[in-house]
């Protein structure tokens, strides 16, 4: 049994009950890199970096810590389409999950003294990327198919729009598209489903609007022309 939900503000709720006595909970953000403007490509996937760096309530440690110390497992990607964060815990931690996500992904603070640290980890996952034979031959069969937009665009983005980037105007582009209508939370495990409603209800309820789904994507492709979904991950 699957049991669908979708609150006053937009977000979907996704309940798979299980008898494991694990539970997975997965943040899948209605944006990826093909919602890039040119000057943003590699957003998406800073910003997965960024959301790990710490919010008003823990600090980066904390996050992974508390999370690390229940015997749990934490940890995100971007691809084209999607942003995702996941946390699979033992059932009986699965409210501590839930609120360590919305802490991430609704409360960041984009602190300074994390920010250029993590832009110089991302530039040289860019190298890296660089000089990878098989990245590279991956890349640019997208680049033939789909040209320099939409799909034809690394996921990770270009050292150029990296280096460009500020704590400001990746905070910009949180607040743009980190509306609760554009997530959906997935909870999978031995779980109350009635429990977790409400407090999922407590945790992400309260921000945001439904204004922003659906909507549509303008990617510059033929939108005909659709590959599997890969992924760059943290």
Same mark, same amino acid.
């Given at each position: *049994?699957?049991?669908? $939900?979708?609150?006053?503000?937009?977000?979907?709720?996704?309940?798979?009950?299980?008898?494991? #006595?694990?539970?997975?909970?997965?943040?899948?953000?209605?944006?990826?890199?093909?919602?890039?403007?040119?000057?943003?490509?590699?957003?998406?996937?800073?910003?997965?970096?960024?959301?790990?760096?710490?919010?008003?309530? &823990?600090?980066?440690?904390?996050?992974?810590? =508390?999370?690390?110390?229940?015997?749990?497992? *934490?940890? +995100?990607?971007?691809?084209?389409?999607?942003? =995702?964060?996941?946390?699979?815990? !033992?059932?009986? &931690?699965? &409210?501590?999950?839930?609120?360590?996500? +919305?802490?991430?992904?609704? %409360?960041?603070?984009?602190?300074?003294?994390?920010?250029?640290?993590?832009?110089?980890?991302?530039?040289?996952?860019?190298?890296?990327?660089?000089?990878? #034979?098989?990245?590279?031959?991956?890349? %640019?069969?997208?680049?033939? *198919? @789909?040209?320099?937009?939409? @799909?034809?665009?690394?996921?990770?983005?270009?050292?150029?729009?990296?280096?460009?980037?500020?704590?400001?105007?990746?905070?910009?582009?949180?607040?743009?598209?980190?509306?609760? !209508?554009?997530?959906?939370?997935?909870?999978?495990?031995?779980?109350? #489903?009635?429990?977790?409603?409400?407090?999922?209800?407590? $945790?992400?309820?309260?921000?945001?609007? +439904?204004?922003?789904?659906?909507?549509? &994507?303008?990617?510059?492709?033929?939108?005909?022309?659709?590959?599997?979904? #890969?992924?760059?991950? +943290?």
């Amino acid at each position: *049994m699957i049991i669908e $939900r979708q609150l006053p503000n937009g977000l979907e709720l996704v309940i798979k009950p299980t008898s494991a #006595p694990v539970v997975a909970i997965h943040v899948w953000v209605d944006v990826g890199s093909i919602d890039e403007r040119p000057a943003e490509a590699g957003y998406c996937h800073f910003l997965e970096h960024m959301l790990f760096k710490g919010t008003s309530s &823990r600090t980066t440690s904390e996050i992974a810590g =508390v999370v690390e110390g229940s015997g749990g497992d *934490m940890n +995100a990607f971007t691809s084209f389409e999607h942003t =995702v964060y996941h946390i699979t815990i !033992s059932n009986t &931690r699965w &409210r501590l999950a839930n609120e360590i996500l +919305a802490d991430m992904v609704l %409360g960041s603070v984009f602190k300074p003294g994390e920010f250029s640290p993590e832009q110089e980890v991302i530039l040289e996952e860019i190298r890296r990327s660089e000089d990878s #034979p098989d990245r590279q031959l991956y890349q %640019g069969l997208y680049s033939m *198919m @789909y040209g320099s937009a939409g @799909y034809g665009r690394p996921v990770i983005g270009y050292p150029r729009t990296v280096k460009a980037c500020t704590a400001a105007s990746l905070k910009k582009f949180w607040k743009r598209w980190y509306s609760p !209508s554009l997530i959906t939370l997935v909870v999978c495990g031995d779980v109350d #489903p009635g429990a977790v409603e409400k407090e999922v209800i407590k $945790r992400w309820g309260k921000t945001g609007n +439904a204004a922003l789904r659906p909507r549509r &994507r303008d990617a510059g492709f033929d939108q005909k022309i659709r590959p599997s979904r #890969p992924t760059f991950g +943290a």
